[in-house]
């Protein structure tokens, strides 16, 4: 497996760490303001851990040319390593992060004592200009909300597909025991013929087989499911594109919990595995009586 990183540069102020949230927010293993030197040291670390680091990014804070030129270094390691680098660069107008410094109340990290924001601005700006020239990416945020920076970033640094950047949670659950309050989409399939008046299944719960071919052998599920897969497939490249999601949970409610809402459950699962989703199932209430 080809091991990535994004190295993300820029102003201060830019939105580095907004990047490197979203960037946390699709799997990527983080770490912010590394010191530049240890840049190939980091990524020598993912050696013994391949499955949690195959895919790293970081955030830098260039000070001065010595950093300049480390990171020059560090890159050419990365190249001989065969390590897939791509170098990010945050830029915002003076006008925009003197605002953000000043609606923040953080301190410019080259300010000093006697001088100003603009000045520091000023000053960053001509140190990083090596570093711009290398990038592979840059990214202009002075009219990005950090909602808008989020979404660009999960756009062009997925894992795996466009699918497998989403995590999908499906759960089942009781009406009788509440709602669950983290669902993003609540469906009720109380609608569907209830096993638990056979007093032969009552006993089984919605994983035995019995219970799936009891549900499954009605026509109002078999609709349902194939109408909701065709909405799931819809909606939730929406939820990725438009609203910057990387995980969702739609649940599925019967009276307990127990048997309908569990088939259902699975059987969307299913569907949505074979999409190449990152599927997580949750039988909240399968065990309560």
Known sequence: MKRTLVIITGQSGAGKSVALGALEDLGYFTVENLPTELISKFVGLGEDAP????????TLRIT?????????????????????TELLYLASNTDTLIRRFQETRRNHPLINESGSIFDAIQKEQLILKAVKDI???????SYLKSHDLRIMIKKRYPIKSENGSLRVTL????????V???????????????PYYDESLREFDGLNQKIIDFVMKDESAVKFIEKFEKLLKFLLPQYLAREGKSH????????????????VTGQLAKFLTDLDYDV???????GRH
């Open 280 to 286: 997580t199932i949750v039988h909240r209430d399968r």
């Open 135 to 141: 990038s592979t990416h840059i990214i202009d945020t």
């Open 180 to 194: 669950p309050t983290e669902a993003d989409l609540v469906m009720d399939v109380r609608f569907i013929n209830n």
């Open 64 to 84: 001065n040319s010595t950093n300049v030129d480390m990171l020059k270094e560090e890159l050419a390691r990365l190249q001989a390593e065969n390590i897939e």
């Open 51 to 58: 499955e949690k680091m195959s895919h790293m990014a970081v």
């Open 171 to 178: 759960m089942s659950f009781g009406f009788r025991f509440g």
């Open 248 to 263: 969702i949970t739609v649940a599925f409610g019967c009276t307990g919990g127990k048997h309908r809402s569990v088939v």
